[in-house]
Nanobody, 126 residues
Framework: VQLQASGGGLVQAGGSLGLSCAAS????????MAWFRQAPGKERRFVAAISWREGRTAYTDSVKGRFKISRDNDKNTVYLRMDSLKPEDTAVYYC????????????????????WGQGTQVTVSS
C-alpha cells in the first residue's frame, strides 16, 4: 500500500488545517489508519487512529477536542482535521496503515504500522 499525504502548511496559532492521506489501493475493513507526527529533534509520536470498518477513533491527550480523524471508505482516504492549532503542533505529520486480521484495539505504537506516507509539514506560528 502506498500512501500520499497532503494538506500541510503554515498557519497562525488558533487557526485550522486539514490533512489528507490517500491509499493506492482499497483498505481492508479490518485495517487501521493513523496519523503520527515528528517535531524537530524529537521522536515520532502518535496523534490519532481510526478503524476502517467501524470508524472507532483514538487520540493522544494533547489533541483531544481539537483534532478529528475521519475516513472515506470509497476514496480510501483518511483525514485529519486540526483546529485551535498551537505552536507545539508544529511537526511533520505522517499517515500510516496497520494490517489486522481481526477486530483489535487501536494502537498508538508506530511499530504496529507497516505502511507509511511521506509526511507533510505543519507549521504553527505564534
Amino acid at each position: 500500500v502506498q500512501l500520499q499525504a497532503s494538506g500541510g502548511g503554515l498557519v497562525q496559532a488558533g487557526g485550522s488545517l486539514g490533512l489528507s492521506c490517500a491509499a493506492s489501493e482499497p483498505i481492508l475493513s479490518s485495517y487501521h489508519m493513523a496519523w503520527f507526527r515528528q517535531a524537530p529533534g524529537k521522536e515520532r509520536r502518535f496523534v490519532a487512529a481510526i478503524s476502517w470498518r467501524e470508524g472507532r477513533t483514538a487520540y493522544t491527550d494533547s489533541v483531544k477536542g481539537r483534532f478529528k480523524i475521519s475516513r472515506d471508505n470509497d476514496k480510501n482516504t483518511v483525514y485529519l482535521r486540526m483546529d485551535s492549532l498551537k505552536p507545539e503542533d508544529t511537526a511533520v505529520y505522517y499517515c500510516a496503515v496497520r494490517q489486522n486480521r481481526n477486530r483489535t484495539p487501536l494502537a498508538a505504537s508506530d511499530t504496529m504500522y507497516v505502511f507509511w506516507g511521506q509526511g507533510t509539514q505543519v507549521t504553527v506560528s505564534s
